[in-house]
């Protein structure tokens, strides 16, 4: 059975998987948010910051999607999602993810969740780095 924490995470993806991200009814008012890496790295601080940072990243890309791979319950605060992502830049055409069978976007999202609330949301382009990070085995069909 998952914990409520999982619940809450897949709750988010429920949305995201449709393209919806407008909801932050999840987040704690003052959450932080870091993307590690990829085109923007960015850290922020409180849902206006985080938003802003989503907003100005979204604008570059279109018919952008998430689908799970795999929730991982770390802790008793850690959720870890592992992800691909699929998504047509704006200015390039460029296709990342499962489109067609473009290059996959292998990702992983950190939740650290307290009291039902996200306060915590790291996400990374780079999947492999995110095992490392959190000092978890890389996958098997990685490099």
Not at 41 to 70: I, K, M, N, Q
Not at 135 to 140: K, V, W
Request: hydrophobic share 40%; with cysteine; net charge negative.
């Amino acid at each position: 059975m998952a914990s409520a924490n999982v619940d809450l995470v897949r709750s988010i993806y429920a949305c995201w998987e449709r393209g919806d991200f407008a909801s932050s009814e999840w987040a704690h008012p003052e959450i932080e948010g870091v993307i590690v890496d990829g085109p923007a790295p960015r850290h922020s601080r409180g849902l206006a910051e985080l938003a802003e940072g989503w907003r100005d990243f979204f604008t570059a890309w279109e018919d952008w999607r998430v689908y799970v791979d795999e929730y991982r319950e770390l802790d008793s605060e850690r959720v870890l999602v592992l992800e691909d992502r699929s998504a047509r830049a704006k200015m390039s055409g460029l296709r990342i993810g499962k489109m067609g069978g473009e290059t996959r976007s292998k990702g992983a999202s950190l939740f650290h969740v307290h009291a039902g609330q996200v306060t915590r949301f790291v996400t990374y382009f780079d999947r492999q780095q995110a095992l490392a990070d959190l000092g978890l085995a890389p996958e098997p069909d990685s490099p």
